[in-house]
């Protein structure tokens, strides 16, 4: 069983950055493919960015690329998501997800544990 919580969202302006943290409890984190995903009112929970347990290979979705950038590091058992140039689109709550699956997980349904999540709102 592995614990997730999120933290760093908050009410920023377009243009402006944030920095998502999400901690993981046990002693295995570093076995753990981990992802973020978001969900906005009214839509689906959709793919953001994933990293391998190893850290040497990442995915993001088309819309975040070259925006944000995920990270990890196995020795605190956390994961980060810095997300610079925001964008009003961006707004919604972000998930923290694990799994310990090794293929090419970009679906919500390939993730075993969740976090509770963190609200991100950008004004125009």
């Known amino acids: 069983q592995v614990q997730l919580v999120e933290s760093g969202g908050g009410l920023v302006q377009a243009g402006d950055s944030l920095r998502l943290s999400c901690q993981a409890s046990?002693?295995?984190?570093?076995?753990?493919?981990m992802a973020w995903f978001r969900q906005a009112p009214g839509k689906e929970r959709e793919f953001v960015a994933r990293?391998?347990?190893?850290?040497?290979?990442?995915d993001y979705a088309d819309s975040v690329k070259g925006r944000f950038t995920i990270s990890r590091d196995n020795a605190k058992n956390t994961v980060y998501l810095q997300m610079n140039s925001l964008k009003p689109e961006d707004t919604a709550v972000y998930f923290c997800?694990?799994?310990?699956?090794?293929?090419?997980?970009?679906?919500?349904?390939?993730?075993?544990?969740w976090g509770q999540g963190t609200q991100v709102t950008v004004s125009s």
């Open positions: 997800a694990s799994t310990r699956g090794r293929g090419y997980m970009i679906r919500p349904s390939d993730y075993d544990y």
């Open positions: 046990g002693r295995t984190f570093r076995d753990y493919a």
């Open positions: 990293i391998r347990s190893t850290g040497t290979i990442t």
